[in-house]
T-cell receptor
Framework: DAGVIQSPRHEVTEMGQEVTLRCKPISGHNSLFWYRQTMMRGLELLIYFNNNVPIDDSGMPEDRFSAKMPNASFSTLKIQPSEPRDSAVYFC???????????????????FGDGTRLSIL | AQSVTQLGSHVSVSEGALVLLRCNYSSSVPPYLFWYVQYPNQGLQLLLKYTTGATLVKGINGFEAEFKKSETSFHLTKPSAHMSDAAEYFCAVSEVAGGFKTIFGAGTRLFVKA
């Protein structure tokens, strides 16, 4: 079965440019997460979606960051304009949150993509 | 609020020795607990999880973890380390009444010496 697919795997661009990261979750999963990983700050949750609706974007660092999920099989994370401090590995993860479990935390594991390594020069 | 503390950012063991990676959590309600492993240039992969039931949980690659409520711990162990176990390991907690977030620990990098 195909896992979570992220593209591109690597992105190098100059500061000020717009960057778009893409994610295709596992088919049938209804929740999607965007994380950022750096040596200094570890793994940070940026935003998560449930049934294509953003539930919590409190981890999004600035207005320069935006995320969308137009349908159940695709999500984007956009940075505009990009800055050198945005350099990191960005991960997308998905999971299945079973109906009827309310707004509670999930007992299902998250499935991660292999990440996008972003370098802003 | 839930939180996760992993004791030791780096752990080094010899091949064949016991692996013990420590994780303590803070949660106001019974948590769901997870261990993930991350190999270089890859995303996190689930090793094992505890939700309810038996407190000793077995995962992939010979790893296991025991949920100890009285100690608020979920330490990861493996009787005999293999070179291929060298990776970064993350403990995570998801609270039943904690919205939808899973909180990850800072990670422990495991080194295995020949």
């Amino acid at each position: 079965d195909a896992g979570v697919i992220q593209s591109p795997r690597h992105e190098v661009t100059e500061m000020g440019q717009e960057v778009t990261l893409r994610c295709k979750p596992i088919s049938g999963h209804n929740s999607l997460f965007w994380y950022r990983q750096t040596m200094m700050r570890g793994l940070e949750l940026l935003i998560y979606f449930n049934n294509n609706v953003p539930i919590d974007d409190s981890g999004m660092p600035e207005d320069r960051f935006s995320a969308k999920m137009p349908n159940a099989s695709f999500s984007t994370l956009k940075i505009q304009p990009s800055e050198p401090r945005d350099s990191a590995v960005y991960f997308c993860a998905s999971t299945l949150k079973r109906p009827g479990t309310g707004g509670a935390g999930s007992n299902q594991p998250q499935h991660f993509g292999d990440g996008t390594r972003l370098s802003i020069l | 609020a839930q939180s996760v503390t992993q004791l030791g950012s780096h752990v080094s063991v010899s091949e064949g020795a016991l692996v013990l990676l420590r994780c303590n959590y803070s949660s106001s309600v019974p948590p769901y607990l997870f261990w993930y492993v991350q190999y270089p240039n890859q995303g996190l992969q689930l090793l094992l999880k505890y939700t309810t039931g038996a407190t000793l949980v077995k995962g992939i690659n010979g790893f296991e973890a025991e949920f100890k409520k009285s100690e608020t711990s979920f330490h990861l162990t493996k009787p005999s380390a293999h070179m291929s176990d060298a990776a970064e390991y993350f403990c995570a907690v998801s609270e039943v009444a904690g919205g939808f977030k899973t909180i990850f620990g800072a990670g422990t990098r495991l080194f295995v010496k020949a």
